[in-house]
């Protein structure tokens, strides 16, 4: 399974080689987005406390034209610091890592509102579209779509958010000693820009995987980050 891991991931990386053309824009970037509050929330409806709750709900998720080995592939790491370590062996530009820095610590405002929030991002990925382009950008739209749609789930009505994600993690808190919601939502960033490079963009348009079960495939493997970081796994 490994080697062809790898395999996937290094086809995937040469058809990105000579490609100025985007693969994934910015509204297809939402959409991932979307998708994945779709099957976080199915998820914490189900009130996971297990890693083997999360896992037994994703895998009975079907997507359309999307085979079982495939599927197998965009679930295969759930933390933060595996996803950004693959995400590292396979980008080499150091402002797209600058990029996840600097989203990260506005989520870390705790005084901040999910309004306050997505402004914050939105100038990010302003800043983001001068500087980067191809793969550099697309990882990055990603994330802090992702960020701000899982802002939007797990903060604190308070903060504008749902309150449905932050009920859930007071409890998983008391009884775990789980991260704070800061570190969920990073989960769900990185989930998401990692498996963009797990199952790749050029591969998801114009192999078997058609775009809009591409969405939802990677929303639902960064729905799977945030529910392991949501338990303390």
Not at 18 to 30: E, L, M, R, V, Y
Not at 46 to 51: G, L, V
């Amino acid at each position: 399974m490994k080697k062809l891991f790898f395999s996937l991931i290094a086809t995937v990386l040469l058809s990105f080689t000579g490609n100025a053309q985007q693969n994934i824009s910015h509204n297809d970037a939402k959409k991932i987005a979307i998708e994945h509050n779709k099957y976080l929330e199915n998820l914490i409806k189900t009130k996971p406390t297990s890693e083997k709750n999360i896992n037994d709900y994703f895998a009975n998720l079907k997507f359309e034209n999307v085979s079982k080995e495939q599927k197998a592939e965009y679930f295969t790491s759930f933390s933060y610091e595996a996803n950004l370590a693959l995400l590292k062996e396979h980008i080499n530009n150091k402002l797209v890592f600058e990029f996840f820095t600097n989203c990260n610590l506005i989520i870390e405002n705790e005084k901040s509102s999910v309004p306050e929030i997505n402004v914050q991002l939105d100038n990010q990925i302003e800043l983001a579209k001068k500087a980067l382009t191809n793969t550099d950008l697309e990882v990055c739209l990603v994330y802090a779509e992702v960020l701000k749609k899982s802002a939007a789930f797990w903060l604190e009505k308070e903060r504008g958010g749902s309150g449905i994600g932050s009920s859930f993690l007071n409890t998983t808190q008391a009884n775990r000693g789980t991260p704070k919601s800061h570190k969920v939502l990073a989960a769900d960033a990185m989930g998401a820009s990692g498996a963009l490079i797990v199952g790749g963009i050029a591969a998801g348009f114009s192999g078997p995987i058609a775009p809009l079960s591409f969405f939802a495939v990677v929303g639902a493997s960064a729905a799977w980050s945030s529910g392991c970081a949501a338990i303390g796994l």
